[in-house]
């Protein structure tokens, strides 16, 4: 069952001999419950890509379709709510609320939204994600590897649509790369999210169901690894 369309989507930045191409005309398709890497070199438009699946940046011509729903046909208001019900954005950098501990950072979108916080889906995540004892922790009380996992909390905790993740293993060791990645796969099979991945490693890219590479904002390749 389709829950991602992408039809001939580009975005250009500048204007004239300035003007920069991020994305030319890339068209794809995403299935319920795929996980996906996308991978290419630096400046090929793989995080402008993720940023208009995303909601976060805007298409200069194309089209996504999340759900069936035309997202760049949506006002301001409801873009801002398809955000946070649709989709959920993992960042290298974490992007937590210093001021707030390890549960009111994973509630954020939920309370953002206006809504009561799912207190069994709440202890589920931290449970799976390992943060038993640390619920009371701010930001600057944890490590690298558990603010990362704060932040992907914080992405499934609304149980969106599809997982967005821009190089969410960049700023960590091996050790908590691996386990990144392997928590990652988890909320893929255990809550059936569609996830896809932006990362420059190999390996982590080779654990996806299906690669995508883009070149000079084009897709080169776009590969089945295992159904």
């Not at 003007?19 to 030319?24: E, F, G, I, N, Y």
């Not at 989709?87 to 954020?108: D, K, W």
């Not at 599809?162 to 796969?185: M, Q």
């Not at 255990?190 to 390996?203: A, C, M, R, S, V």
């Amino acid at each position: 069952m389709e829950i991602l369309r992408v039809e001939n989507l580009s975005k250009t930045y500048g204007k004239g001999d300035s003007m920069v191409r991020a994305l030319d005309g890339v068209s794809f398709s995403v299935n319920k419950g795929e996980f996906i890497s996308i991978i290419g070199p630096s400046g090929s438009g793989k995080s402008t890509l993720l940023h208009i699946l995303g909601g976060v940046d805007k298409p200069t011509d194309g089209t996504v379709y999340m759900d069936g729903q035309d997202v760049y046909a949506m006002n301001d208001e409801q873009l801002a709510v398809f955000r946070r019900r649709q989709v959920g954005l993992i960042y290298q950098f974490y992007n937590l609320i210093p001021v707030l501990n390890v549960t009111e950072n994973i509630s954020l979108p939920v309370l953002m939204d206006g809504r009561e916080v799912n207190r069994e889906r709440l202890s589920e995540l931290i449970t799976t994600l390992r943060l038993e004892g640390r619920e009371k922790h701010l930001p600057n009380q944890l490590s690298g590897g558990q603010q990362q996992r704060v932040s992907i909390g914080r992405a499934l905790m609304n149980a969106p649509a599809i997982v967005l993740a821009d190089e969410p293993t960049g700023n960590l060791d091996s050790k908590n790369s691996h386990e990144i990645v392997e928590l990652l796969k988890l909320s893929n099979k255990k809550y059936g999210q569609t996830l896809i991945i932006i990362t420059h490693d190999e390996n982590i890219a080779l654990q996806a169901g299906r690669i995508i590479a883009l070149e000079d904002g084009k897709i080169a390749r776009d590969e089945v690894l295992r159904k």
